[in-house]
């Protein structure tokens, strides 16, 4: 799927991708290996996106939705929920029966929280929020999806400033561990 447009295109792209990925796996019963590459990419996927949001998404929501902050409040707390169990799931093997619960759990999370900011959050800020800046919003969280990192890090901070100064070293870091390790080459 192409990413181009405005912040809720892009974003909307990207659960496209990451509902994809899930249905992936589900079909994907009896290669452990092939279901790690794609509960790796699926954590890569989700870690990107959520960074973007919280750097980007979430403070323009404070700013130009009517009680954005309750808003912006409760999707942080979605993200926090879905980086615990990325976590856990990182360190899970197919093997384990604790994984197949893990892509579950992880699977309702992220459908609900899908769900509430296209059918409430993002008709609100296309509402409220300038076609502009809706556009440089977009650019924004392409560009910061390209430096993000890629694993979870639950204890890492989730609102500005802290979060845009340090997700890109977070991003290298992870980025050197995946060249290495070759975590998230597809095949």
């Avoid at 560009?143 to 290298?172: E, I, Q, S, Y």
Wanted: hydrophobic residues 35%; proline residues 6%; aromatic residues 4%.
């Amino acid at each position: 799927m192409g990413h181009e447009g405005n912040v809720i295109q892009e974003l909307m792209a990207d659960h496209r991708e990451v509902e994809a990925l899930f249905e992936q796996i589900g079909r994907q019963t009896a290669d452990a290996d092939a279901r790690r590459a794609l509960a790796d990419q699926l954590t890569m996927e989700l870690v990107r996106h959520s960074v973007a949001e919280e750097q980007h998404l979430y403070p323009a929501v404070r700013r130009y939705v009517d009680d954005g902050d309750d808003l912006a409040d409760k999707e942080l707390a979605d993200h926090s929920e879905v980086e615990r169990m990325l976590k856990e799931l990182e360190d899970c093997q197919p093997a384990d029966a604790r994984f197949d619960l893990l892509i579950t759990q992880l699977k309702s999370s992220v459908t609900a929280h899908v769900r509430d900011e296209e059918d409430r959050l993002f008709p609100l800020l296309a509402e409220s929020c300038p076609a502009e800046s809706l556009n440089e919003l977009g650019d924004k969280v392409r560009a910061a999806k390209k430096t993000a990192p890629t694993r979870p890090h639950p204890a890492a901070p989730d609102t500005p400033p802290l979060n845009k100064l340090l997700a890109p070293g977070a991003g290298m870091v992870d980025r050197f561990r995946d060249m290495l390790t070759g975590r998230g080459r597809q095949g």
